[in-house]
């Protein structure tokens, strides 16, 4: 498949999803139109996980915690006690999700033994580097949305500054997306655990020590991007329930505001699921989508590839 | 006075500090010299209070308490028992500061009764727009450094990005930051209280609530660099001991570093103060500074004006 060089959106097809974003931004740096944004106020922001990568069958990070988890299970069998933590070392991903977000914080908890922040960037860049999805046996890296790619340029190219705002760990997203995404590491938000500063005799170190500092998402979403931005984002795009409040901060600015949301109904190319799934469930913020007018991305019909292998 | 075009930083004189930066910053941007950083880790982090403006007689945001506190106390009769809150409202500094870090933290928490942020920050907005100083009769950002307004500009000018790492409020900070410091909301990290989403009737708000989300100080520097910047800074400016670990931690990065303190020995046009001072004490950190030979910025000598007013 070709791209189309004079097209920023070239793998979005031609409908009121793609037109509804090339309005926005095009009067958004037009200073004469109603619409126009100045170029300090040009925040974007993005979830992550099902908004700029995929999902299913989890949460990407989750594959790493499991994996991690294995690694030194043969040290720890007490875990075996642990219902979480033995499905980890079972690979029994079912059961993790069942336990919901406090079964994937507790995991991530678990993995702390006063590592250092390089150490544990270390071990996610290794990670990520090889690990394979279970049934694309793709990179993750490679599971990202070819359509989202051309947005975050898009957008870049119009001096606007693109962020991440997502559930999953600040610090397991900043290892590669600069690489995969171009957005840097102090433009990416996410939960994360608490940190301690220790200088030692060969220098100082931060270490990861395992308690809760912040979970960034659902209302955690806009009061991240209040502590670390500051300003309120002018466009929002998400996938599901728990980026609500993000886009109910957003959109609720004065002045011209994009929100939107991906919206999985690729059962073929991609996945298919919102209401019920218990992964990126999007129930409430579907019908908010459509009762305030939102865009409304519908992965089957609006995007010509879904990931960048599609384009070799 | 004139200031010379040719010379970014012309308020500063000729001699080691001055030629320290600009040895550093020009090898940095020379992309065959041994000192070259690529522009993604340009990164520059200040202190605020006594760094890039004067911090005397107290942190300018506890003029700000004081005053807040006044213009509430006669609805809390309960705060005439409050040896600190009774301080406030006397206008007695000098106790408030005996209180240390910890009076300090009880009087901005003391003034929270869930308001909304963007209240707070239009209270910050009146205030810092017409309050002065006692002593010079100046407004409070009329007393920013001049050589360190050039000094950041300079930087910017060469792709470097410029942060404010401050023990002060973020909230407080960001209000006025990118007018005065020409530094952005979203390069300002400081310390904050916890704030809570809330979808109201009309809209949704972030409510502030009275408890510490973070303490961006001493050792809080470097972990707060790590969770809102995600990099380690190459350049770092500071005046107290409170910066230490920040500077320790920027300098033992790998490659070229740059590590200064503004010491503040001119009595006549600021402060004369060092080791011995209860605000922003410079004493461990004046030790390290001479060990390592990092840049010592003797305002005295080294400035040809402290303020932009007395370029006028």
């Known amino acids: 498949m070709k791209t189309d060089l004079a097209d920023p959106l070239s793998s979005w097809n031609e409908g009121p999803s793609k037109e509804s974003i090339l309005r926005f931004v095009e009067s958004a740096v037009e200073s004469d139109s109603e619409g126009y ?186 009061v991240g991007i209040h502590k670390f931005i500051g300003r309120r984002p002018v466009f929002a795009f998400g996938n599901s329930d728990g980026d609500l409040p993000m886009m109910q901060w957003t959109a609720a600015g004065e002045g011209p505001r994009f929100v939107g949301f991906v919206h999985h109904t690729d059962g073929e190319r991609e996945w298919a699921y919102d209401r019920e799934s218990k992964i990126g469930r999007f129930d409430k913020a579907l019908d908010q989508a459509h009762m305030r007018g939102w865009t409304l991305v519908d992965m089957k019909r609006d995007w010509k590839v879904i990931y960048p292998f599609e384009l070799e």
Chains 1, 2 share one sequence.
């Open 37 to 222: 944004i100045h170029p300090k106020n040009r925040i974007a922001v993005f979830d992550n996980d099902g908004t700029l990568w995929s999902e299913k069958p989890f949460y990407f990070q989750i594959a790493f915690a499991i994996k991690q988890i294995q690694l030194v299970a043969d040290q720890h069998p007490e875990w075996a006690d642990d219902p979480i933590l033995n499905a980890a070392v079972e690979g029994d991903q079912a059961a993790i999700l069942a336990g919901g977000v406090r079964a994937i914080v507790h995991l991530a908890l678990s993995l702390i033994e006063g590592e250092t922040t390089e150490d544990f960037e270390a071990e996610v860049h290794e990670w990520i580097g090889r690990a394979r999805h279970p049934d694309s046996e793709k990179l993750y890296t490679e599971m990202v949305f070819q359509p989202m790619l051309e947005l975050l340029n898009y957008l870049r190219a119009n001096e606007f500054r693109t962020y991440i705002i997502s559930g999953s760990g600040l610090e397991f997203i900043r290892v590669w997306s600069e690489e995969i995404y171009g957005i840097p590491p102090e433009q990416v938000l996410g939960s994360s655990v608490r940190v301690k500063y220790e200088l030692r005799d060969d220098g100082p170190v931060l270490i990861r020590i395992p308690e809760v500092d912040f979970i960034d998402d659902v209302e955690g979403k806009p």
